[in-house]
């Protein structure tokens, strides 16, 4: 039941991504042609709002509805960032979706992103098999 | 009902990007949990084929948090998929539509253009670039990576993490060579 929270969050979330357009096509097509300011301006005012919020969280210490610490793990560099950044670049402008606009674009209709998410959970797991043989 | 028509115009970036980036700061005091849904696709493949593979080999039980939250984006993309446009057609650039025109690509009632992504292109070349390879390159890239636009792009440059810019840089730059040079190209051979 705990988790129920984090479906209603996920639903707002799939709300606003569909709403933004940011789950699009055409939009990322926009992005990369670098005619239309759209995504730009939506993902600057989202880093900057999260910029703010997690100052404002750690400034105030501020705890979970459960009253937990909160506490953000920093990332680590790995030349994954760097491989794994472009490999995904590639398929980011080709499916017009990041992982989280392929839930919501099949959520919109599209039923047949089912199978761009059954290749990326295929790309994930090979991954997986392979990561060890990786640069990183 | 004004309300309803008021939601249901195309939404300004400022406002979508103010409500992309508060779910940064929701999912931490909802319960401590870092903003990233690429990580939903490494449970998929823990829960479902973890083939004993190293990297499949946690407790996906204790993410499933995040598994609930990527289904929540199902059901949001269906409400507002279904009660929340306004009906119109998407406003695209006019320079974009006119390299659209070359690929075919002519309707814009939909997010997507219905000429690419439909179930009866699923066995041509399309279905093979925009479905399964795309998607591939999403799903190896993204957990190469370590997070995808959510996790580095977002919530790692909302924590000032310098990896996570260097993974948004490279994230730009795959895409801009694919926009520019790969998709013109398929559409060229292929079509």
């Known amino acids: 039941m705990k988790n129920i929270k984090f479906l209603v969050a996920g639903i707002f979330f799939g709300i606003v991504l569909v709403k933004a357009q940011v789950i699009s096509w055409f939009r990322i097509q926009e992005m990369f042609q670098l005619t239309s300011f759209h995504m730009y ?14 100052q404002l969280i750690k400034r105030f210490n501020m705890k979970t509805i459960a009253g937990e610490p909160i506490s953000v793990t920093p990332k680590k560099f790995d030349k994954g960032q760097i491989f794994g950044g472009l ?5 980011w402008a080709i499916t017009g979706a990041c992982p989280g606009p392929l ?26 098999a392979v990561q060890s043989r990786l640069p990183h | 009902m004004q309300l309803l028509k008021f939601i249901q115009q195309p939404w300004h970036w400022s406002v979508s990007g103010l409500l992309i980036g508060l779910t940064v700061p929701v999912l931490l005091l909802l319960g401590n949990k870092a903003f990233g849904i690429s ?19 946690y407790d996906w039980k204790k993410e499933s948090w995040n598994l609930f939250f990527v289904g929540g984006i199902v059901i949001g993309g269906f409400l507002a ?30 997010l997507l253009p219905p000429e690419i992504f439909s179930w009866s292109n699923l066995f041509t070349w399309k279905g093979g670039i925009f479905f399964v390879l795309g998607g591939f390159l999403v799903g190896f890239g993204t957990r190469y990576a370590g997070g995808c636009t959510s996790g580095h792009s977002i919530m790692g440059l909302s924590n000032l993490q310098w990896p996570s810019l260097v993974a948004t840089c490279c994230f730009m730059a795959g895409g801009f060579f694919s926009a520019n040079l790969l998709i013109p190209y398929f559409f060229k051979w292929f079509n």
């Open chain 1, 41 to 54: 301006g939506v993902i600057g005012t989202a880093v900057v709002t999260g910029i703010i919020s997690l």
């Open chain 2, 81 to 110: 998929g279904h009660f929340l446009q306004d009906g119109n057609d998407i406003q695209v650039a006019a320079a974009t539509q006119e390299r659209l025109a070359n690929y075919g690509v002519h309707d814009y009632s939909a």
């Open chain 1, 87 to 91: 490999i995904f670049g590639l398929g």
């Open chain 1, 103 to 128: 839930f919501a674009q099949i959520g919109t209709g599209f039923t047949v992103v089912g199978i761009t998410l059954l290749s990326a959970i295929a790309g994930t797991w090979v991954y997986g």
């Open chain 2, 39 to 57: 990580s939903s696709l490494r449970h998929i493949c823990a829960a479902c084929f973890p083939a004993d593979i190293t990297f499949f080999k």
